[in-house]
């Protein structure tokens, strides 16, 4: 029996089909809306996804076959089948899909094309093809992984027929990435290749070796190149196989006569090794170097007023403020110079040094501070309606701030009078989010950063995905999927910081930078310790970023970093018996410890919270000697006077978050 197709349906069914294929191309994303067509292609490229990662790569191409040329991420289709063609052999398919990637306009992928297809021609032993695509790749792709890896390859390809090329492609790989995933690979190379290595070429050598940290080896290889090239790599390996006395005389020359060489980091790094390696006092040391340094000398001047107090310290500060107008150091030495004339009780003089900071500077580091305390300077004075001013505008500029968290208890003051301070609330329970929510939406993806990432995170393909985007948020989230707790935490904090007007608390972002973690193990030991679990949470996110394996350069251990020593002591008192020091890797047991010794120091300090947390960093004993010598009757006043740096800071790293934690989560 023959089947006949009515003549008349066969052209609606093929104008249908065209009539897609129309307006897929005008708008390729609404296709992927149209849940019939690609509901079944999204399962055949997660299906052939699967079959990759397990080896299985035949099937793998033969399921990416099954997709469509119109699929929205058709390109993406064609670098995994190439991948898998040249896995099983079949380097003339890998070669044929990365030639039609090329030929797209728009895509995302065609840098890793570019790449792969030069990797390709290698494997084929097509070289000049090779070379040509490599070098395509360096310039149309200069600031990618991709331009120089090429770098390594084009060394590769004349390794036997023309070393000094070699030599040549591989130096300029080991100056751009020392780091880099071939730099080591290079070292190895250039042995067999019996090539004389000029001081330069020592100096690159050298300075891979140092971040191998292979520092005896990298120091060999350093002193053999000028000094002005070599000498902050020389001194710090110098100082890591222990001779320091060497370290300290090649820092004092570099820092007189080479720091123009070094990034303003680096500078800040070798003055502080050469501080910290000097055998005179720190002040004598910061002065000499104030003496010699070109480069960096803000830094040094703001170091060395740091150790010093009355007219000394001003007289540094006012020049850091006159000479280096536009350094990082200018902002904090005018907010030094407000907090002395606040409290020495000159409030006439910090009001008039608070607006010059306001005039001066915006958004550094300082700028919330200075708006908080100028309310605080008003209040004192009695002028509420300006106090309330500036504190409405610190939560408005400046909303997930520490001194958002107090400018809101100021005003609660000021409006009620009910300034809750830093007490915490130990009836609170974290109610844990079900599932981590993207921090935009599909079609928003799709229109900032194109159909391909969006379809890539449908099918949940996040190794692709992250490829495919410099975005903070979605590789955050990306990396919180992978259970990459610390490293999303990190990436949206640093995203946020570049956002100068913050968006509102709703904003799916800021739970990316203060995730829920541990939740169910911190509601149970914050509930036996009568604690709030949110403090618990925020000194979890401080301490170790939510890494259960954390471990610091003074040995404390796990979540709540805990030192061995006092995990036993903690164990003794509550009857937990012995503890290893690897249980404290433990999340349940770290908590349970950590948690107890919170609630110890809690109640040993009057059972306040704030004094709490500044023991937890500093030490119990600290905090009752600064209660004695340090006046608390202002509490504000008292954290800023705190005298350790560390501490002063941690207490309000730790209260920013709980703050955060509060108004994100309700």
């Not at 076959?65 to 380097?91: M, R, T």
């Not at 070429?201 to 190149?225: C, H, P, T």
């Not at 060489?261 to 003055?271: C, G, R, S, T």
């Not at 902002?331 to 000159?346: A, Q």
Request: proline share 3%.
């Amino acid at each position: 029996m023959v089947l006949k197709l009515n003549p008349k349906k066969f052209l609606y069914i093929l104008g249908g089909f065209i009539f897609l294929l129309l307006v897929n191309l005008i708008n390729p994303g609404w296709i992927d809306s149209f849940s019939p067509i690609t509901a079944q292609y999204r399962g055949f490229y997660q299906k052939a996804r699967t079959l990759q990662s397990q080896g299985d790569f035949k099937s793998a191409y033969t399921t990416y076959k099954k997709i469509p040329s119109f699929y929205s991420a058709y390109d993406i289709v064609l670098l995994q089948q190439s991948k898998c063609a040249a896995s099983f052999g079949d380097e003339k398919s890998a070669i044929k899909n990365l030639n039609s990637i090329l030929s797209y306009s728009g895509s995302p992928v065609k840098d890793q094309a570019s790449y792969n297809l030069g990797q390709a021609y290698v494997r084929t032993g097509n070289y000049s093809k090779a070379e040509k695509q490599f070098l395509e790749t360096i310039k149309n792709y200069p600031k990618t992984n991709y331009a120089l890896g090429s770098y390594y390859y084009l060394g590769e390809i004349y390794k036997t027929t023309n070393p000094q090329l070699t030599l040549k492609y591989w130096l300029q790989y080991i100056e751009k990435v020392p780091d880099g995933r071939f730099a080591l690979d290079i070292i190895t190379e250039l042995k067999s290749l019996q090539i004389k290595k000029d001081s330069n070429m020592k100096k690159n050598l050298g300075i891979v070796l140092f971040y191998d940290q292979r520092y005896k080896d990298a120091a060999e290889f350093l002193k053999s190149a000028p000094l002005k090239e070599s000498w902050y790599y020389l001194a710090k390996a110098s100082h890591a196989i222990g001779n320091d006395n060497r370290a300290l005389n090649i820092l004092k020359e570099g820092i007189k006569n080479y720091s123009y060489k070094l990034n303003q980091a680096q500078i800040e790094d070798a003055m502080s090794l050469y501080v910290q390696l000097n055998n005179k006092s720190r002040v004598d040391s910061w002065s000499e170097l104030a003496n010699i340094t070109k480069k960096g000398r803000d830094f040094v001047l703001y170091r060395r007023a740091r150790l010093s107090s009355g007219s000394t310290a001003t007289g540094l500060y006012e020049n850091i403020i006159k000479y280096y107008r536009f350094s990082n150091y200018a902002s904090e030495s005018l907010w030094n110079l407000f907090w002395d004339r606040f409290n020495s009780g000159n409030y006439s003089q910090a009001i008039e040094l608070g607006n010059k900071h306001i005039y001066m500077f915006k958004n550094t580091k300082a700028s919330p501070k200075i708006l908080f305390w100028m309310g605080k300077v008003y209040e004192k004075q009695g002028n509420k309606a300006v106090a309330i001013s500036y504190y409405k505008k610190t939560m408005s500029v400046y909303p997930d701030n520490y001194y958002s968290f107090r400018a809101n208890g100021r005003l609660k003051e000021l409006n009620s009078n009910s300034d809750s301070g830093w007490e915490t609330d130990n009836t609170t329970i974290i109610i844990n989010a079900s599932e981590s929510e993207m921090p935009y939406t599909f079609d928003e993806i799709s229109s900032k950063y194109g159909r391909q990432l969006a379809e890539m995170l449908r099918v949940q393909d996040y190794e692709t995905a992250i490829t495919l985007t410099e975005d903070p948020f979605i590789k955050s989230w990306i990396n919180l999927k992978d259970g990459l707790v610390s490293r999303s935490v990190v990436l949206a904090r640093n995203g946020m910081n570049e956002i100068l007007s913050k968006p509102a608390v709703t904003d799916k972002r800021w739970k990316l930078i203060y995730p829920l973690s541990f939740v169910e193990e911190i509601n149970y030991h914050a509930g036996n310790n009568n604690l709030d679990p949110y403090i618990i949470l925020s000194i979890i996110k401080e301490e170790s970023h939510f890494n259960p394996l954390a471990i610091s350069s003074s040995n404390a251990r796990g979540l709540m970093q805990l030192l061995p020593g006092t995990a036993k002591d903690v164990a003794r008192w509550d009857g937990l018996g012995l503890i290893g020091e690897f249980e404290l890797f433990t999340p349940s047991k770290n908590l349970k410890l950590g948690s107890a010794y919170f609630r110890y120091v809690k109640k040993k300090l009057y059972n306040n919270s704030l004094y709490a947390v500044a023991a937890y960093n500093g030490g119990p004993g600290a905090v009752e000697k600064w209660l004695s010598t340090i006046p608390h009757d202002d509490i504000d006043q008292f954290v800023e006077n705190i005298p350790y740096d560390q501490t002063r800071d941690y207490v309000k790293k730790v209260y920013t978050s709980y703050w955060n934690y509060k108004r994100i989560y309700g």
